[in-house]
């Protein structure tokens, strides 16, 4: 491989597109981080304001409201109801997870939009047509984005007044044809140094070190003869390539999960694929978990009603239809974990997307999906057609995969028919500071033409951490230091416990659970200390404050005085 020689060109000429912010906060204030934890059922309105058949977001640029039952906040982020290739992968967003990258039609470009906003920053940006779903951000850099044309990957780099420029960033070796991904992942992962990428005859996907191309590609490139159209990846700790095979394959011919264990010493992949799971080939997301084990999070296809967390080291053998382990064997193997039910099989078969990197990276984003709730769907009487509902129903919601909690955060309010575009498509942004999905608002189109589809966002700022109890709740001074242990909830990966405000060493359990190590200094003096928590993950905070008891040394070991008789 060799790269191609740069060449640079820019875009611009008013590439600002001045669309004005319009903040509208239509419930007024209301409390942060109020999203629903329970699994309740939580019907929208069916009157007034914000009627479930009814309201639909102003067609402005930034327009925002508040969810009225789970108290979120949604953003409009596109106003042209061009339809956009957002799936489940992270390369949506760039790296600060300020902008998306839209696709807009006639013509077909890409633009820019500021998050916060809705405002266009950059416009008219080429996307490779049809390599268009390939494309994306960079993981690192905020200000890069990469398309693909049949020859070439190129580098957009953004530049601070509206314009980019535009260079060729790899050519495949001997000018090889390049090929598609599917789409669905990642194929960078989260630090930016490992790329996948697929060129020429199969086995045509080949692994690449971007700190060291002139290595060429790892041995042993995949053939991505199954995996075509649905799609190929990078898991997002860069250890393993990802897939699906979606054939009528699997114990129930839903499809299999695929992975391969890189080996970047000797810079080889495995000749065959790992088959991880044969109860689903499509609709998952993969994730570095804090535990340090890769997980795919997936529809169980085979029952419809199921999300589980997958180890993708498990192995299930390649299976025809009906072979290999059964549905019960592959729930119960090591690492696997049953994360949500759903009342109906329909929406068994939603999106998920997960966070790449960060201290959220446990979490994924999940949309149910009821193909029952139709265009002005519902009973006809004065319920306003949103009976009969159920937990759950037509819903965006963030899942932890570590502990299985459910934060619930809106409903998409999209109407599901044969439309693809209306389905709602979850996608994170890299550190998962917003989860974006696609919806039509009850609004199927007019004259022959498709369901009105925009993108709309909402920020997931995490709450903060909150303390229940220490363990132990006191101890004596002494030479020795101790290992405490803190319980509560809201706890992440980078959580930090603090002794009097001052941070302490702090290992990461659970979501429930952080253990820090105290120094003999800190219960050299008798007294009581505040022992708290912070999150410097988004949104963070600091929890409320539990006390500790430091005791005098004789308090602690006082030796019984013993009286002899007298003789």
């Not at 898991?235 to 999960?257: E, I, K, L």
């Not at 009821?370 to 306003?384: I, L, S, Y």
């Not at 199927?444 to 498709?450: A, I, S, V, Y």
């Not at 006390?547 to 013993?562: A, D, E, G, K």
Request: proline share 7%; charged share 15%; net charge negative.
């Amino acid at each position: 491989m060799s790269r191609a020689d740069r060449k640079d060109k820019s875009r611009g000429g008013g590439a600002v597109v001045g669309l004005a912010f319009v903040a509208l906060g239509l419930l007024g204030a209301v409390p942060a981080l109020a999203a629903r934890t329970d699994s309740a059922v939580h019907a929208p309105p069916a009157t007034g304001q914000f009627a479930y058949n009814a309201f639909v977001p102003a067609r402005a640029p930034g327009f925002s409201y508040v969810d009225p039952v789970f108290h979120e906040t949604v953003r409009r982020l596109t106003t042209d109801h061009a339809h956009d290739d957002i799936y489940a992968r992270n390369m949506w967003w760039s790296a600060d997870e300020t902008r998306y990258l839209h696709r807009t039609s006639n013509p077909d470009f890409w633009d820019v939009i500021d998050v916060a906003t809705g405002t266009v920053t950059h416009t008219g940006i080429p996307n490779g047509g049809g390599f268009a779903a390939d494309g994306g951000f960079d993981p690192v850099d905020p200000n890069v984005l990469y398309y693909l044309t049949g020859t070439d990957v190129h580098q957009v780099t953004l530049n601070p007044d509206g314009t980019f420029t535009d260079a060729i960033y790899f050519t495949p070796p001997g000018g090889a044809p390049l090929g598609d991904l599917g789409g669905k992942m990642n194929w960078l992962d989260a630090s930016g140094r490992y790329m996948l990428v697929r060129y020429g005859a199969e086995p045509s996907v080949h692994l690449y070190d971007r700190t060291n191309f002139s290595a060429g590609p790892y041995a042993n490139p995949i053939d991505a003869t199954r995996s075509v159209g649905f799609g190929l990846g990078l898991s997002p700790d860069g250890q393993f390539v990802v897939g699906y095979d979606g054939r009528a394959v699997g114990y129930g011919g839903m499809g299999q999960g695929l992975s391969w264990r890189i080996d970047h010493v000797n810079r080889a992949l495995p000749v065959t694929p790992n088959y991880f799971w044969g109860l689903c080939g499509n609709h998952g997301a993969f994730v570095s978990a804090s535990d340090g084990r890769n997980y795919m999070a997936v529809s169980d296809c085979f029952s419809g009603t199921q999300l589980w967390r997958v180890d993708i080291t498990n192995a299930v053998g390649d299976q025809s239809p009906g072979t290999g382990p059964d549905v019960d064997a592959q729930h119960a193997m090591p690492n696997n974990k049953l994360l949500a039910s759903w009342p109906t099989p329909g929406e068994g078969a939603g999106h998920v997307s997960a966070v790449a990197a960060g201290p959220l990276r446990d979490w994924v984003f999940y949309a149910t999906e009821d193909r029952d709730d139709t265009f002005d769907g519902g009973t006809g009487d004065n319920t306003g057609r949103i009976t009969p509902w159920h937990a759950y129903r037509q819903e965006i919601m963030a899942i932890n995969v570590m502990t299985g909690e459910i934060r619930r955060l809106a409903h998409h309010r999209s109407r599901l028919d044969d439309d693809y575009y209306s389905q709602p498509h979850v996608s994170a942004s890299w550190k998962g500071a917003v989860v974006g999905f696609s919806s039509n608002f009850n609004q199927p189109g007019t004259q022959g033409e498709p369901p009105v589809t925009d993108v709309y966002a909402i920020p997931f700022v995490f709450p903060a951490p909150s303390l229940s109890s220490l363990s132990p709740v006191n101890v004596g001074g002494g030479p020795d230091g101790f290992v405490l242990t803190v319980s509560g909830r809201n706890f992440v990966s980078n959580s930090i416990v603090q002794w009097n405000g001052t941070n302490r060493t702090t290992s990461f359990v659970s979501s429930t659970e952080l253990q820090a190590t105290i120094p003999a200094a800190d219960i050299a003096t008798p007294g009581t200390a505040e022992v708290t928590v912070i999150n410097p993950a988004p949104g963070g905070g600091t929890s409320n404050a539990l006390t500790f008891t430091i005791q005098s040394v004789l308090s602690r070991h006082v030796v019984p005085r013993i009286l002899w008789p007298s003789t």
